[in-house]
């Protein structure tokens, strides 16, 4: 057993630093995210100036870029959604774009100066290979949908795909040269994060996603979801893997590449793996067994059974202690709302059922709400980054601290079959371009029976907000192949005709909790099929809850009680003129209904996340919302964290030091560290003790963690802003700007 990991854990004084070139959106394959150039330092920032600023014209296209440009050692190379263009790193002027066919999926692409200096592009379809000198297409490579910047190992290329596992291909013939599935108990794991590569064991590490989705009772065992896996990179077998969330109820992905490391423990060198985690947890494995790299890393707690029918959770979760977490995934409710004023306060309890605050790994539940942090972040898809100009690593990682409700309801199956089959009548029936566009991009989750909300559900929404969602929201990635006027129609269409048909065939049956009296005061808010209504954070955060189910989860209340619901509605500007006779009428139409259904198995059930916010639609919890901490990687311990960005209100008046964030961090030789991605659409610069010494304003946020590179002997800071509307926090316009800086008394190198 080793010891505490203060005793044990020492920085191999001879680790390899990232290439000066910035060869991959992470940097290097061992995605350390550091630049070791020194020439920009906390006592000169203040000469930081913008030296130029190029636009690819392209921000109302379909997506705008969510990753780093890369630097070749002789320009910069970036994306728009549909091409790829060379910058002069010294002036910012255009050397050569080239359109693309398909989509360019926006999380990264990859330089390789041998052979031949070559671009490799992950798109829609598969990697597209380009020269780097003049941007002609060299190749394809048809691995299917990738989000992530291939590998280059060898005379091989290897990709790890959206659905399809992780493929090599040959340069040179473009032909498959292994295929590792991960594909297991009819469930393929997901690699949409993180991917690296350590040249030196020719292991590859990937992270693979959560299944998603609150509702678990459906699924088999998969052991592959929610995992760190280690592959060979020359025969692609699995070496080994490590399971983080056993059986995952509230999409807890692992965040941004596996950061790769030497250190040194018990007076020997190792190779370490590092990952970061929505739930604030920092992952460090031996990268050669993947066995956690000290024993007291986590700890196996019990975790809590549903009280769903047929949900299954896992018996156990792993809660990690060393190092420590970067932030506190579990809200406590009694302190979280403390500055909220009366108001504001008892608006935000009428939006919470019942909290269950008994212990961690929550699962969803019909009885009552569970509040968490983590759904947006902690991490997001950048994760962090290695701080090597200490004497010991440290990772510096931003993280999101806002409120979500986490809810589960029953569900109708009644209801689900009806709007299915209708579902599937329309597709038959409708030859409209508007259905093809449905059936083609949306039908495989919105048809009803999943968790995704069925027609019936998106056909309450307005058109506007559907089309937000699937411009700038939380859909936004799942419709970048359709056009915008695509997506128009679409909005228009969804919900129409299908919405009321399916409405008319579940009122006409002869034993629903229908009549006219709900139907009349009840069914705009809460659906004639009780089935309820919610807005997500994209559009909103109204919520009107099912009925369904309400008199078998709330027998402890008085359900029945007139005064109760007439004064809840009251609170919430929403008319209730009912009479009292009336309603119990329609409260012992439902208890008999309910019953009949869960008697004969009719029941079913579902979940959803929704931000809780306060009355002026800021997050309820107490600030920050958003910060940067800082991990030293020998002593375990979080040094500290910081604030990151602010929030402003519409006169310009600071709500709230540190907000979300979805950009990420740089960290470079002198101990700055450069971060991005709040929605003041500002860059930062934070000395090692955690102060802000800098920051600039942009036009637009940033999407992607900035860079850092050394041309004609002046170090370059490097920022994309391209947020926006893009990040699903901002209705500020799509940026599409790369904005470089240097030092105002940096000369260059004569040419």
């Known amino acids: 057993m080793s010891k505490p990991i203060f005793l044990v854990l020492l920085l191999l004084t001879c680790f390899t630093l990232e290439a000066k070139e910035w060869i991959h959106s992470s940097g290097g394959y061992k995605a350390h995210r550091y630049f070791e150039g020194d020439q920009i330092t906390p006592s000169n920032i203040d000469k930081l100036e913008r030296v130029w600023k190029f636009s ?23 994306s728009s959604p549909r091409s790829i263009f060379a910058i002069d790193p010294v002036s910012g002027a255009l050397n050569w774009e080239i359109e693309l066919k398909y989509a360019i999926n926006p999380r990264g692409i990859t330089f390789a100066a041998n052979p031949s200096r070559r671009i490799f592009i992950p798109t829609q379809k598969g990697v597209l290979e380009v020269n780097e000198t003049d941007g002609s297409i060299i190749g394809y490579f048809k691995s299917g949908q990738t989000s992530l910047p291939p590998i280059i190992h060898k005379n091989n290329i290897i990709v790890a795909t959206l659905h399809d596992g992780i493929k090599s291909f040959d340069l040179s013939s473009k032909e498959l040269a292994w295929h590792l599935s991960l594909e297991m108990n009819d469930y393929k794991a997901s690699i949409w994060s993180g991917f690296s590569f350590d040249e030196e064991t020719e292991l590859g590490y990937v992270i ?48 941004g590449n596996p950061i790769l490391l030497n250190l040194k423990k018990d007076e020997e060198q190792h190779k370490a793996v590092l990952v970061v985690t929505k739930k604030g947890d920092v992952i460090l494995l031996n990268a050669k067994d993947g066995k ?70 929550l699962p969803p539940s019909l009885n009552q709400d569970v509040l968490m942090y983590g759904i947006n972040g902690g991490a997001n898809l950048s994760g962090g980054a290695i701080d090597f100009s ?38 038959i029936k409708s030859s409209s371009n508007e259905e093809a566009i449905f059936q083609d991009n949306c039908a495989s989750c919105h048809s009803g ?100 189910g309400l008199t078998l989860t709330r027998k402890g209340d008085d359900i029945k009680n007139y005064k109760k619901i007439k004064a809840i509605h009251e609170y919430l500007n929403a008319s209730y003129n009912i009479s009292e006779e009336d309603h119990h009428v329609i409260f012992n139409q439902f208890q008999t209904y309910d019953s009949w259904l869960n008697k004969l198995g009719l029941l079913s059930s579902r979940g959803f996340w929704q931000l809780l916010l306060d009355k002026e639609g800021y997050p309820a919890s107490n600030p920050p919302w958003g910060g940067i901490a800082k991990i ?47 929605p003041d659409s500002r860059i930062y610069a934070y000395d090692g003790q955690g102060s802000q010494v800098w920051f600039d304003q942009a036009e637009s946020a940033g999407s992607a963690p900035p860079i850092s590179f050394k041309h004609n002997s002046c170090q370059f800071i490097l920022f994309t802003a391209t947020g926006g509307k893009v990040i699903p926090f901002t209705q500020k316009k799509n940026g599409d700007e790369l904005i470089a800086y240097k030092l105002k008394n940096c000369l260059f190198d004569a040419e």
């Not at 199956?413 to 209708?422: D, F, G």
């Not at 089309?467 to 269409?493: D, I």
């Open 632 to 678: 030293d990687l020998v002593s375990g311990k979080k040094i500290w964290t910081t604030p990151f960005g602010a929030r402003f209100d519409n006169k310009k008046n600071i709500v709230a030091n540190g907000d979300k964030n979805f950009g990420g961090v740089l960290t470079t030789g002198s101990g700055l560290i450069f971060a991005t991605g709040t």
């Open 56 to 78: 690819s014209r392209k921000a109302d296209e379909i997506l705008t870029v969510q990753s780093s440009p890369i630097y070749t050692g002789t320009q910069i190379i970036s």
């Open 390 to 427: 200490g004497q010991s690593p440290s990772l510096i990682v931003p993280y999101t601290k806002e409120p979500w409700i986490l809810r589960a309801f029953y569900t109708d199956k009644i209801l689900r079959l009806v709007e299915t089959l209708v579902g599937k009548y329309q597709s």
């Open 449 to 548: 029976g999943g968790d995704a909300p069925s027609r019936l559900v998106l056909g309450k929404m307005p058109a506007k907000d559907i089309y937000t969602s699937l411009t700038s929201g939380v859909m936004s990635a799942q419709a970048q192949n359709l056009s915008e006027e695509q997506k128009e129609e679409l909005a228009q269409y969804l919900g129409k005709e299908t919405q009321q048909m399916a409405e008319n065939i579940f009122t006409s049956l002869p034993f629903v909790p229908s009549n006219e009296i709900y139907e009349q005061n009840c069914s705009s808010c809460h659906g004639v099929s009780r089935n309820g209504f919610y807005e997500t954070e994209s559009v909103g955060d109204n919520y009107y809850p099912p009925l369904v």
């Open 292 to 361: 956690p790299f000290y024993d007291d890393s986590f700890i196996e707690v019990k975790a809590q059974g549903s009280d769903i029918p047929r949900e299954r959770t896992a018996s156990t979760q792993k809660n990690f202690l060393i190092p420590e977490p970067f932030y506190d995934f579990y809200l406590d409710a009694d302190k979280a709302f403390d500055h909220l004023d009366k108001d504001n306060r008892e608006y935000v309890d009428q939006k919470i059922r019942h909290v269950d605050q008994s212990g961690i790994f």
């Open 208 to 255: 693979t996603g959560s299944y998603g989705g609150l509702m678990g009772w459906y699924r088999k065992k998969a052991n592959l979801e929610s995992s760190i896996i280690a592959f060979n990179a020359g025969t692609g077998k699995i070496e080994w893997k490590f399971k983080y969330i056993e059986h995952d109820l509230w999409d807890l992905d692992l965040q």
